[in-house]
């Protein structure tokens, strides 16, 4: 690994979105549109938006940066950038970590954006501290960017790395709690949602919401959704192959 | 497998390639060489050297392994037998990562990036650090003068035409001051004018440079911009050896001819094995 290529690839990557305000705009502003929307869809129950936007926020970098770092690294794959990346003296490890940053930045920026309009203005009603939504937000985006890079090993097109968003993050998304909570499913499903890491996104931030210190579980959540995003991280690392057939 | 008479010694190099004999180390030696893609093999036991400092043309029609042989050469092909020496290492040696530079056939470079953050950022990962700020502000400047992108610098590679784009491609190639050139169809849809003046560069770059380079093609015509040639078919090497020496020795006026006289006698000593002469009226 080498720390000037790898902030050069992150400032290649953030230099391409650049190019495309379009998908800047829609990348920072639809979370805080859907957040709106949901306020006055739970205008009658505050209570009910207090808990579902919690969860949303940690939600929505997940699903931004899966889909961005999916189609990205695809283009990387297919326009022949990545061959050409890997027969240089580039690290595998630097071109994962360069994208990681470039997406871990915009993906704080959405976080904070969204966060900073949910609770100032919106009345999200957090007893925690919102900087720690703000680190479950970014580990959300790490995770979602991890697995983004990680399926579009197996997509041959964009078209189908667009169909990987609902097969890898619907399943996640009813049973992480978002709809009921999870030790009211059927205990087949709760099992599977523990080893589901959107899960501990959702309980993170559930967390923050209820309790006005870091709790224990809080610190597991954190250090779950961490850990899985660095797993699978390396897992993306091992579809790069400099070899190729 | 090896039916062509002349080998890497060269026996008979021609007087305008015998006044630089001084180069004749070799920068690709490859022996018993095979690729294999799926259950196809790809590649059947090559032998063949790519001479230090010259421009080597890798021709032969679509589908004959040509890039195949190139990305074994360059070290990204998977499933590669036999011996393959590069500068001095095995093929695909880390080392060679910033000593060779690779023009893939469709152009590899970002088009939601202008031509000068295209170079400057693969210069970043060829010369990383602060250091190296005036030795990358360079190298693009000369790259983006050498394949002529200068009034095109700033703009998206994506809004380029199919030539242009491609010449940002062996921009990239170029960045870095390689050893050894390797690119793939590099002038293929390109108008004349085009083709000569890049065809000057390699020349150039051989020349004052000393670069190595490999070229493939499947227009025949480019042969004779060759030191030397490599002739291609169907995954095995037919002729290694300078135009002038494939012309006469096969007694014809263009290298084209002379590879159709080497595809039809390779055809026949398939045929009826044993007997040395080949029909004489062309393919079709």
Redesign the interface.
């Known amino acids: 690994m080498n720390s000037a290529r790898t902030l050069a690839t992150a400032a290649r990557v953030l230099r391409q979105l650049r190019h495309d305000p379009r998908s800047i705009a829609l990348m920072l502003l639809v979370p805080c549109l859907m957040l709106f929307l949901l306020r006055y869809v739970f205008d009658g129950s505050p209570g009910t938006f207090d808990n579902i936007g919690a969860s949303l926020l940690g939600i929505f970098p997940l699903i931004t940066m899966f889909l961005v770092t999916s189609i990205a690294t695809l283009r990387e794959r297919t326009s022949g950038t990545l061959e050409r990346l890997l027969a240089m003296p580039l690290g595998k490890g630097d071109l994962i970590a360069g994208y990681a940053l470039a997406f871990g930045l915009l993906a704080v920026i959405q976080s904070a954006l969204a966060t900073g309009l949910a609770v100032w203005f919106l009345g999200l009603d957090v007893i925690g501290s919102p900087w720690l939504l703000l680190l479950v937000a970014l580990l959300d985006a790490l995770l979602g960017t991890a697995l983004g890079l990680f399926v579009s090993a197996f997509a041959a097109s964009e078209f189908q790395a667009v169909q990987f968003m609902p097969a890898v993050i619907f399943p996640q998304l009813l049973l992480c709690g978002l709809f009921t909570p999870r030790d009211r499913m059927a205990p087949a499903l709760e099992a599977i949602s523990d080893v589901l890491p959107m899960s501990y996104a959702v309980d993170g931030m559930n967390e923050v919401l209820r309790h006005p210190e870091i709790t224990g579980d809080f610190v597991r959540d954190a250090l779950v959704v961490a850990g899985c995003a660095v797993l699978v991280l390396a897992l993306g690392a091992a579809t790069l192959r400099r070899r190729t057939a | 497998m090896v039916n062509y008479p002349t080998g890497a010694t060269g026996a008979t190099e021609p007087a305008h390639a015998a006044d630089n004999t001084t180069d004749t180390a070799a920068a690709v030696t490859a022996h018993s060489l095979t690729a294999v893609?799926?259950e196809r093999t790809v590649l059947r036991g090559l032998d063949f050297t790519v001479p230090a400092g010259r421009i080597t043309g890798l021709l032969g029609p679509s589908g004959c392994g040509k890039t195949t042989l190139m990305r074994a050469i360059?070290?990204?092909?998977?499933?590669v037998g036999g011996t393959l020496q590069v500068l001095g290492r095995p093929a695909?040696d880390?080392d060679l990562?910033?000593r060779?530079g690779?023009v893939?056939q469709?152009?590899?470079?970002?088009?939601?990036?202008t031509v000068r953050?295209n170079l400057d950022?693969?210069a970043?990962?060829?010369y990383?650090?602060?250091a190296h700020r005036h030795d990358r502000r360079t190298a693009v400047d000369r790259a983006i003068t050498d394949v002529d992108l200068t009034s095109h610098a700033d703009a998206?590679a994506g809004r380029l035409s199919g030539g242009q784009r491609s010449r940002v491609s062996l921009a990239?190639a170029l960045l870095g001051t390689p050893e050894l050139l390797v690119l793939d169809e590099p002038t293929v849809g390109l108008d004349p004018v085009l083709r000569r003046d890049l065809w000057n560069l390699f020349h150039q770059i051989a020349a004052d440079r000393g670069t190595t380079l490999l070229v493939s093609s499947h227009v025949m015509d480019e042969a004779e911009r060759c030191h030397r040639l490599l002739l291609m078919r169907e995954g095995e090497i037919l002729a290694e050896d300078t135009p002038e020496a494939l012309r006469h020795r096969n007694d014809t006026a263009t290298v084209e001819e002379a590879f159709l006289h080497l595809v039809d006698a390779a055809a026949a000593r398939a045929a009826h094995p044993g007997t040395g002469h080949a029909p004489e009226e062309p393919r079709s």
Do not use: E, H, M, N
């Open positions: 893609r799926g360059v070290g990204t092909q998977a499933k695909g880390p990562r910033s060779i690779y893939t469709d152009p590899s470079v970002y088009d939601d990036l953050q950022y693969f970043a990962v060829l990383p650090g602060r998206l990239v």
